[in-house]
Every structure is written in structure tokens, then in C-alpha cells.
């Protein structure tokens, strides 16, 4: 054979060669990579956030209720003041003169009570004597009838005797009249003291609004006021002025916002992590103890039926939070984060939350039509019209099985549960150990079930990702 016979048999090997790889080649890229994970059993906790501030559970502003110059504050901002502390004053000369006064016209109507009570002794003791008068004319009056009925004694005696018993007996009762008035005078003075008494109370409630004092132990976290400016108080639609701000510092609380789409998960009771922004690396511990049914507009914070607008925005739902724990270095309106857990369940299926996918029979239908590719993706128009869904569409995974020695995703419907942070529960559809497609968030978009695919785990760069 010559050179030139084997030369032209060894080029037509080597373009046979070239050709049968570039065929192989060419069908393993025709194969679509697919991310892969697994089906295990783990703890799963949902978690909804809420961001706001801290803010103390009872607070008041302490208002002027009195008109005049304040002459004393006696604490500043940052202190601790104690249930009944006296806590500022105002000028207070005319209503501490007003009590003097009736104090002074209390004693005086005292001693008026005295002399009654005196005069009321004195009208008993002569009632007492008349009637012992009386008596005695009594006898003399019997004893000088017996007599001139049996004509021992003149009618000039006897009428004398008739007449000292009557005179007697109407002393009697003018002197019982007398101890009526008497005690009439006493009720009528001590009626008198028990209106200046109301006065005197009267007189020092005025007195008593000069004086502000803590309604609890509290923090005092604002005084927007100094000693020397004049205060007025309140009235009608006009706000009187404010002398400081206290906060029960007892029952702390968080209260954030949270986001319309995760507010039916929260619930009374349920635990909380709360986090301040002010003290990095420290999680104070709480529970939820209010939830709010009122929506609040996100860019007024106004409820909804407050709101005079109809434009659809964002919405957020306010949620208190109590802490289980007091700290000093908790202050009001210090910015806070709140991790409410909604649902915790131990040891059960979960899978990526990002394999999950959503199908109806149009759809695969589409898919079947095109390739496997959804209309406008590359390689079909874009004035295909996408399909629309009819009845309901069925949330599933891609599970991978072997068949005929070639890998396949093949669409399996699940049932979930709780939803975490990247993962979620399946409830059923699934078993422990399954190899299911995880990725690519494009191939899933248009990966139909029996596709032929290989597993590429490699990480994905932000232009796949895209």
C-alpha cells in the first residue's frame, strides 16, 4: 500500500473521529443543567419581622394645672422619680392665703359651736330646775285645793297657789323652747363649719394644682420647660402647656410595624426577639401582646379609615411587643427590630423554597408547543400570546429519576406547611433522601416534566442569575 493510500485513510479516520464527538458533544449540550438538593429532615421556625422603636407601656405628660411662673423643678431629664414625688411648683401665694383665711374662719365658727353647745347646756339645767319648780307648786297648788274645799283656808290662798302653779308651768315651757332654740343655734353652727370645711377643701385643691406630683414611679424623659416661664392650662380645643414627660419604665415594650402580607400570622403570646439598634449584639427577650386591626398607610402612618384618599399603597399593621425583661440601658424611641416566631415544628421534610414551582395543564401545554421554552423567552416570538391558566394551578417540585439510563426531572404535586427563612415544610408528596431541582430560577421557569437533565452544582453568577 502506498504512502499516499494510508495518509488519506488516516485523514478520513480522523474526520470520522471529529465528526462522532462533535455529535456527542454537541447532544450533551443539548441536555439542560439543573441545581440539585436534597429532601431532609430538619427544625423549621417562620419568622415575621417588624421594625419601630421602644416605647414604655404607661406614659403621661405632666400638664400645667394651675395658671402662673413656675418657681421650681425639681428633677431633670434622666431622672427616677418615686410614686407621690413632689416634681415641679407654681407661684401659689393667692390660693395658700385663701386657705389661711378659711382656716382661720373654721377656728372662729369652732369656738361659735362652743359657746352654743355652752348656751344649749345651760337652757337643759334651767329646763331641769323649772320642772323641780313645777313640782313643788304642784303639791302647794293640791294641798291649798284639798284645804279650801274642806273651807280650812281662805279663796284668796287658794288662788294664790293656783296661780304660782301655772306661772310655773309655763316657765317649763318657755324654758324647753329655749333649750330647742339652743340646740337649733348649735346645728346651725356646726352647719356653718362644715361649709367652711368644704371651703378649706375647696381652697386647697386650688392650692394642690400648684403642686405637680409623679402618679407613678416613673423616668423622667422630657422637660421641655424652666423655672421662671409662666404656664397656663387647658381649655376647650387649646392645649395648655406641658411641664415633662413621664414614663413607667416597669413594662417596656417594642412596638413595630409589620407588613400587611404577614400580619394573619401573628398572634397573642407568640415569642419575640427584639433587637435595638443602639446595642449591638444584645437580643432582649419578649412575647406579643397586642395586635392591631387597623391597617396604617406606610407613607403617612394614618389608619386607613382615617384616610381621606382611595390610592392603593402599602400597608403595615402595628404590633406591640412586651419585653420579658427590664434593662437601664433600654430608653424610649430607641430605634428596635422585631423577630416574631409565627410557627416552629422539629424534625420534619423540608426542601429550598426556590424549588418550588407552579404548573396548570395550559401551561405545559404552551410548553409542550414550544419546546419547552415559555413565549418571549429565546428562540420563540415574543408576540406569542402566554397562556392563561385554567383551574387551579398545582404546586410541585422537580424530582430527578432515572430512566432508561438518563436522568429526568419528572413534576411531582406537593402539600406544604410552615414557611422559613429559606426553607419550607413538605407536608406530603415527598420523601426524606428525594434529589430535587433547585435551579435554576430561569430553567425552572420553563422546565416541563420529563425532561432529560444533568446535575451542574456549580455556583451560579450573578449574569445566570439575572
Avoid at 89 to 106: D, G, K, L, M, N
Avoid at 142 to 163: M, N, P, S, T, V
Avoid at 328 to 347: C, F, N, Q, V, Y
Wanted: aromatic share 4%; proline share 3%; net charge neutral.
Amino acid at each position: 500500500m502506498s504512502i499516499k493510500k494510508i495518509a488519506l485513510i488516516a485523514v478520513g479516520v480522523l474526520i470520522l473521529a471529529g465528526v462522532i464527538a462533535g455529535v456527542i458533544r454537541h447532544k450533551q449540550n443539548s441536555i439542560t443543567k439543573v441545581a440539585t438538593g436534597h429532601v431532609v429532615r430538619q427544625d423549621i421556625v417562620s419568622i415575621v419581622n417588624g421594625t419601630g422603636q421602644i416605647k414604655p407601656k404607661t406614659y403621661v405628660n405632666v400638664g400645667a394645672t394651675a395658671f402662673g411662673r413656675i418657681t421650681h423643678l425639681y428633677v431633670k431629664e434622666g431622672d427616677h422619680v418615686k410614686r407621690g414625688q413632689l416634681v415641679a411648683t407654681v407661684e401659689s401665694e393667692q390660693p395658700a392665703s385663701a386657705v389661711q383665711a378659711q382656716t382661720a374662719t373654721i377656728a372662729a365658727s369652732k369656738t361659735d359651736v362652743q359657746s352654743y353647745i355652752a348656751a344649749e347646756r345651760t337652757a337643759e339645767a334651767n329646763v331641769a330646775q323649772a320642772k323641780a319648780d313645777l313640782e313643788q307648786k304642784r303639791f302647794d297648788y293640791e294641798r291649798a285645793r284639798a284645804l279650801y274645799e274642806d273651807k280650812l283656808i281662805a279663796k284668796q290662798d287658794y288662788d294664790a297657789k293656783k296661780a304660782a302653779f301655772d306661772v310655773s308651768e309655763a316657765t317649763l315651757q318657755q324654758r324647753q323652747a329655749s333649750v330647742a332654740q339652743a340646740k337649733a343655734q348649735t346645728a346651725s353652727a356646726h352647719g356653718h363649719v362644715e361649709q367652711a370645711v368644704a371651703t378649706l377643701r375647696g381652697n386647697t385643691y386650688s392650692l394642690g394644682l400648684t403642686q405637680s406630683r409623679a402618679p407613678f414611679d416613673a423616668l423622667v424623659t422630657n422637660v421641655p420647660v424652666r423655672e421662671g416661664e409662666t404656664v397656663v392650662v387647658g381649655i376647650q380645643n387649646a392645649e395648655g402647656s406641658t411641664l415633662m414627660t413621664l414614663a413607667d419604665m416597669s413594662v417596656i415594650t417594642a412596638e413595630v410595624k409589620v407588613d400587611e402580607t404577614d400580619i394573619v400570622n401573628v398572634a397573642l403570646n407568640q415569642p419575640v426577639n427584639v433587637t435595638v439598634d443602639a446595642l449591638p449584639g444584645r437580643v432582649f427577650k419578649g412575647h406579643v401582646t397586642e395586635v392591631g386591626d387597623q391597617a396604617l398607610l406606610r407613607t403617612t402612618g394614618l389608619a386607613t379609615s382615617q384616610s381621606t384618599t382611595g390610592t392603593e399603597e402599602a400597608k403595615d399593621f402595628k404590633v406591640v411587643v412586651t419585653l420579658d425583661e427590664i434593662s437601664d440601658d433600654l430608653k424610649p424611641g430607641l430605634s428596635a427590630t422585631a423577630k416574631i416566631t409565627t410557627a416552629h415544628r422539629s424534625d420534619v421534610l423540608t426542601i429550598p423554597i426556590q424549588a418550588l414551582v407552579q404548573r396548570n395543564p395550559e401551561m405545559e401545554k404552551t410548553l409542550d408547543q414550544h419546546d419547552g421554552k415559555m413565549p418571549g423567552t429565546s428562540g420563540v416570538a415574543a408576540s406569542t400570546t402566554p397562556p392563561t391558566a385554567k383551574g387551579e394551578a398545582i404546586t410541585g417540585v422537580y424530582v430527578l429519576r432515572n430512566d432508561r439510563k438518563k436522568l429526568r426531572a419528572v413534576f411531582v404535586p406537593v402539600k406544604t406547611g410552615v414557611t422559613g427563612a429559606t426553607d419550607i415544610e413538605v407536608l406530603g408528596g415527598l420523601k426524606q433522601g428525594d434529589e430535587i431541582v433547585t435551579g435554576r430560577y430561569k430553567t425552572l421557569r420553563t422546565l416541563k416534566s420529563g425532561t432529560t437533565v444533568k446535575r451542574d452544582n456549580t455556583p451560579e453568577t450573578p449574569a445566570e442569575g439575572s
